[in-house]
């Protein structure tokens, strides 16, 4: 039977077992190869790709309990590596080998969207489930609040957009 979803606002329809992980869906029937296979057993984090806007481990769910949902992988952050957290990863040359990078970058997109400004703890809370053989924790953290203060210049950008030009040239007399 068919299983129908979104993958990068794309729609998809698949027909596999409905208890296959939605982490081989993803790689071996859509091609898509940014989400990583670490452990299978929800314990490293590489796999982390959002349903509905929620950071899950794609390792241990079934694509039968996907049906009808917005799945979001790495491949969908932004077209042209314009997210925050993508720039901020680069600016902080977070990586060291990579392979735990896409799970380490959809757990902060899926923190920044709930907490945009987030305190150490709260980073260190969001992402202790994603494990990084090369120890790149530190940078992650930067990148972290680099990309926290990025959201907030672009809203206070929006914001001024929105004040009327004589307001801004002085007031309106
Ligand atoms: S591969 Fe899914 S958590 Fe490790
Ligand atoms: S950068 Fe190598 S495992 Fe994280």
Redesign the pocket.
Known sequence: MAIRFTVNGKAQSVDVNPDM?L?WVIRDTLNMTGT?????????????VHINGAAI????TPISSVEGKHVTTIEGISPDHSHPIQRAWLEVDVPQCGYCQS?QIMSAVALLNKTPNPTDAQIEGAMA?N?CRCGTYQQIKEAIHKAAGMHGAAKQNAELDQIPQDALAGGAE
Do not use: E
């Open positions: 992980p982490l990583k296979f670490g452990c299978g057993v929800a314990l490293c984090g590489a796999c982390t481990r794609s390792c241990i799970g489930g494990i």
